[in-house]
Every structure is written in structure tokens, then in C-alpha cells.
């Protein structure tokens, strides 16, 4: 079975940058390739979710230079880079809190998602300025705010920046770290974990492909015997 909703922690661009003695934005740009080829890809073989952790709540700590370069590519995705995307019918959906972005960035994204929203067979969600210790707080201070007396974890599910969407089956991390990073942490709870040592540059296809078949051959239990 090919998972229906993938999620990729796509770390590494630093590291793939200094091994060539270049500059870490040099990295991040190498990293925009690969979010192309590797959403084309999912879309080919039916994943019809797909999440990609470009900007966590807590890389605004990077030096100012690499956090505007990170802006000025991602300004990029969505008024060039997503032009190639529309056809194999993806659609936008970003994860996390954009008021902080700054304007311009903001209207790019927002007109991104829209001239996606007809689309159907890919969602990509981007979680930018992301932290799921937030998503969830933010989640509480809603269904306070509209009178919710007693959550379930599906209400919960509902306020989520995913609502609406399958849990991911298959969480892949890229770069050989064994963390989370404050990712997805409510909708990973039953989902498999696939780490390579591949930097995210690096990253192709068959590798997507590799981690797929690694989690066909996994016996998912859900807690049951
Ligand atoms: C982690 O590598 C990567 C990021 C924090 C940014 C990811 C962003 C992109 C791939 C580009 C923008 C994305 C889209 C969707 C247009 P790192 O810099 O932490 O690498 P390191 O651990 O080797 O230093």
C-alpha cells in the first residue's frame, strides 16, 4: 500500500552546503530541487498528502541573512516554483502561523493557496513558522473561544492546521538525527519512522521510493496484537 499521507522533516541543507565549502543558502536552494522533484514524484505514485517542514517555530534563531534568504526562496516557491506543481494538480495548504512573515511574503502565499485550491490530487501542506506544541495550544484557545465543554480527539483533530486530513502513515527525516523537532507531534502518534543518512539535497526519488518499501514491510499494530 502506498501511504496516504507522507511526512518529511527535510534536514540536512547546511551540512551538503559546508561539505562543498559553500555557503548554507547555497543548501537551502539545493533544498528547493529537491522539494520539486519529490513532490512531483508522490504525486505520480497517488500520496495524496504530503508535509514538508520548511520553517520551524524555532529557526528564527538562525542568523538574520539565512532567515531572509529562506523568505526570498520561499517567495520564490510560490510565485514560480509552484507554476510547474499546479499541473500534476497539487494544492496548497500551509501549516503554522504566518503572522509574522513579512507582508509581501504573506499576499505570495495566500494567492498560492488559492490558485491551487481547485486542485485535487496532491494537498501539500508546508509547515512554515511551525511548532506543534503551538498548533496545539492553538487549538485549546479556539475550542475555548467557541464554547467547546468537553474535546475529544477528534474536536481536537478538527482545530488542527491538518483538520480534515488522514494522520501521516510514514514520517521520513532526513540528515541521520533521531528527533522530532516539534513536528506533527498530536498527528504522529501511530505513524512509521524512517530516518536515512541522506542530506535532504541529496535526497531522490528512488530514495522516497526505498522508504515506502521499508514501510510496506512494516507491521502496523496500532496497538492491537
Ligand atoms: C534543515 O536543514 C532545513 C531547513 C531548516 C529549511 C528547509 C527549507 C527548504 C528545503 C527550502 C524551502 C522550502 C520550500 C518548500 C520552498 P539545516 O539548515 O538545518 O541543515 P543542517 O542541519 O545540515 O545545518
Known amino acids: 500500500m502506498i501511504p496516504e499521507h507522507i511526512a518529511i522533516i527535510m534536514?540536512?541543507?547546511?551540512?551538503?552546503?559546508?561539505?562543498?565549502?559553500?555557503?548554507?543558502?547555497?543548501?537551502?536552494?539545493?533544498?528547493?530541487?529537491?522539494?520539486?522533484?519529490?513532490v512531483k514524484f508522490a504525486s505520480r505514485l497517488g500520496v495524496k498528502v504530503l508535509t514538508l517542514?520548511?520553517?520551524?517555530?524555532?529557526?528564527?534563531?538562525?542568523?538574520?541573512?539565512?532567515?531572509?534568504a529562506l523568505f526570498s526562496l520561499l517567495s520564490q516557491f510560490m510565485k514560480k516554483d509552484l507554476k510547474e506543481l499546479i499541473h500534476v494538480g497539487v494544492r496548497l495548504r500551509i501549516l503554522g502561523d504566518l503572522s509574522k512573515f513579512p507582508q509581501d511574503l504573506k499576499s505570495e502565499i495566500v494567492s498560492a493557496c488559492q490558485a491551487t485550491e481547485k486542485n485535487a490530487n496532491l494537498e501539500l501542506n508546508i509547515a512554515l513558522n511551525y511548532g506543534a506544541r503551538q498548533e496545539i495550544v492553538k487549538a485549546f484557545e479556539e475550542m475555548l473561544?467557541?464554547?467547546?465543554?468537553?474535546?475529544?480527539?477528534?474536536?481536537?483533530?478538527?482545530?488542527?492546521?491538518?483538520?480534515?486530513q488522514p494522520d501521516p502513515d510514514l514520517l521520513i527525516r532526513t540528515s541521520g538525527e533521531f528527533r522530532i523537532s516539534n513536528f506533527l507531534l498530536w498527528q504522529i502518534a501511530y505513524s512509521e519512522i524512517y530516518i536515512?543518512?541522506?542530506?535532504?539535497?541529496?535526497?531522490?526519488p528512488q530514495d522516497l521510493e526505498g522508504a515506502i518499501s521499508e514501510f510496506q514491510k512494516r507491521e502496523r499494530r496500532f496497538g492491537g496484537i
Do not use: C, M
Not at 145 to 164: R, W
Not at 199 to 204: A, E, G, K, S, V
Open 196 to 204: 536515512t543518512d541522506k542530506l535532504w539535497p541529496d535526497f531522490t
Open 145 to 164: 473561544a467557541q464554547g467547546v465543554k468537553k474535546p475529544t480527539e477528534e474536536i481536537l483533530s478538527s482545530f488542527l492546521y491538518t483538520a480534515g
Open 53 to 68: 517542514y520548511a520553517f520551524s517555530a524555532e529557526n528564527w534563531k538562525r542568523p538574520k541573512t539565512e532567515v531572509e
Open 11 to 38: 534536514d540536512g541543507n547546511g551540512r551538503w552546503a559546508k561539505k562543498r565549502s559553500l555557503p548554507r543558502v547555497f543548501g537551502h536552494k539545493q533544498g528547493v530541487k529537491t522539494v520539486k522533484k519529490i
